[in-house]
């Protein structure tokens, strides 16, 4: 887990990253019916308004929420073992990025149908479907890879505070 500000916003633009991109290949896909180069394309063109938008929704707001959530019920830091931290905050990060992101994707579906009377029922379909592929995306690959790739790029005690 990042131990600074500075590692923290280098893990979050990193975990966003890996985390917008696979969901919005996966909502393409979803909506699409398939898994093609034309599905991951599309979802590459609309990557940076979601991963921007992400980004602004975990720095700003989520990530303060989640973890003092986690860490007001659910773990102690210094107690609890740092795996169970990371699966709590992970977890406590995870339930409303779907809930938000979700909403972004209705909107956005929205502006492209011009059906803005459906963005309730989208968001609410949408948000079991990304639960569901999210959380344990988040858990078992996303989580593991970026921390991994962050400690190797920046090893404890290497970005200054």
Do not use: H, Q
């Given at each position: 887990m990042p131990k600074n500000h500075r590692e923290s916003l280098i893990?979050?633009?990193?975990?966003?990253?890996?985390m917008v991109l696979w969901m919005s290949v996966y909502n393409?896909?979803?909506l699409q019916g398939e898994l093609s180069f034309a599905v991951v394309q599309q979802a590459w063109l609309g990557f940076p308004i979601a991963?921007?938008?992400a980004?602004?929704?975990?720095?700003?707001?989520?990530?303060?929420?989640?973890?003092?959530?986690?860490?007001?019920?659910l773990v102690k830091p210094g107690v609890s073992s740092?795996?169970?931290?990371?699966?709590?905050?992970?977890?406590c990060m995870v339930v409303p990025?779907?809930?938000?992101?979700?909403?972004?994707?209705?909107?956005?579906?929205?502006v492209h149908t011009g059906?803005?009377?459906?963005?309730?029922?989208?968001?609410?379909t949408?948000?079991?479907?990304?639960?569901?592929?999210a959380l344990p995306f988040q858990l078992i690959i996303a989580g593991p890879l970026v921390r991994l790739v962050f400690r190797k790029a920046f090893p404890e005690g290497t970005v200054a505070g």
């Open positions: 893990y979050t633009v990193l975990m966003c990253f890996v393409v896909a979803m991963y921007v938008f980004m602004c929704c975990d720095w700003f707001f989520v990530s303060k929420i989640a973890k003092g959530f986690a860490f007001r019920f740092p795996r169970k931290m990371v699966i709590a905050v992970s977890c990025m779907v809930l938000i992101m979700s909403l972004y994707g209705a909107v956005e579906a929205s059906a803005w009377a459906a963005i309730p029922m989208i968001w609410l949408n948000i079991p479907k990304n639960f569901i592929m």
